[in-house]
């Protein structure tokens, strides 16, 4: 099975720190992804990455960096955190080629924001 | 810009009773993949059922089914013989058929479900 795993369950930082969230999948996917999780938004896309150091805009970037050195690992980076970027993250990972092939998920990051 | 709506935010059904999620998405493709999804509480997303837009047979696994309208742009997600643990979110989400896209989600759907 596919096995997506995000660093921390739960995370509380201040204003203005500098977050870093990190994902690891391990099937050797070539797609990865970010997404922010609010309720009655359902999920919105920050940032994705299709190969190692490419990396694309997703809805709503704004505030956010990722990082891809290495294809298993796939950071989100809170440049300067904010009490509106208190959300739920998840990491997900698929493989190329083929829009049919399904997301998998990690666990999520509860971040606070205080 | 593609987007999925999913005009419940929360149903309730009975155990062992049928109930149907609805969701409608807009496209100019014509060629694309939808999907289910179910996140159970403060547990991990994980796929539920998949349909690809140039089949017209209807997906199933095992007690979950869809009903695939690609005219109306209608996909909606039928659960027979409704059980405790499919107490879940249950996001419908798209994907069009280019290498590198994302999932575009609905805001989902709370199914409760009672004994």
């Known amino acids: 099975d596919v096995k997506v795993t995000q660093s921390s369950r739960y995370l509380v930082k201040r204003t203005g720190e500098k977050v870093f969230l990190e994902c690891v999948q391990d099937?050797?996917?070539?797609?990865m992804f970010w997404y922010r999780q609010d309720p009655g938004l359902g999920l919105r896309l920050i940032y994705f990455?299709?190969?190692?150091?490419?990396?694309e805009k997703g809805d709503i970037p704004e505030g956010y960096s990722v990082s891809r050195e290495k294809k298993e690992r796939f950071s989100l980076i809170l440049e300067s955190a904010s009490t509106n970027q208190t959300s739920m993250y998840l990491c997900a990972s698929s493989l190329l080629p083929g829009a049919g092939q399904p997301q998998h998920f990690g666990d999520g990051t509860r971040l606070s924001i205080l | 810009a593609q987007t999925v709506t999913q005009s419940q935010p929360e149903m309730s059904v009975q155990e062992a009773e049928t109930v149907t999620l609805s969701c409608t998405y807009d496209t100019s493709e014509s060629d694309y993949y939808l999907f289910w999804y179910k996140q159970p509480p403060s547990r991990q997303m994980i796929l539920v059922i998949r349909?690809?837009?140039?089949?017209?047979q209807n997906a199933t696994e095992n007690r979950f089914s869809v009903n695939f309208q690609k005219a109306a742009k209608s996909f909606s997600l039928k659960i027979s013989d409704s059980q405790l643990g499919d107490a879940a979110m249950y996001f419908c989400a798209y994907r069009g058929n280019q290498a590198g896209t994302a999932l575009i989600f609905g805001k989902g759907t709370t199914l409760s479900v009672s004994s």
């Open positions: 349909q690809e837009a140039y089949k017209q």
């Open positions: 099937m050797d996917h070539e797609n």
């Open positions: 990455s299709y190969d190692v150091k490419m990396k």
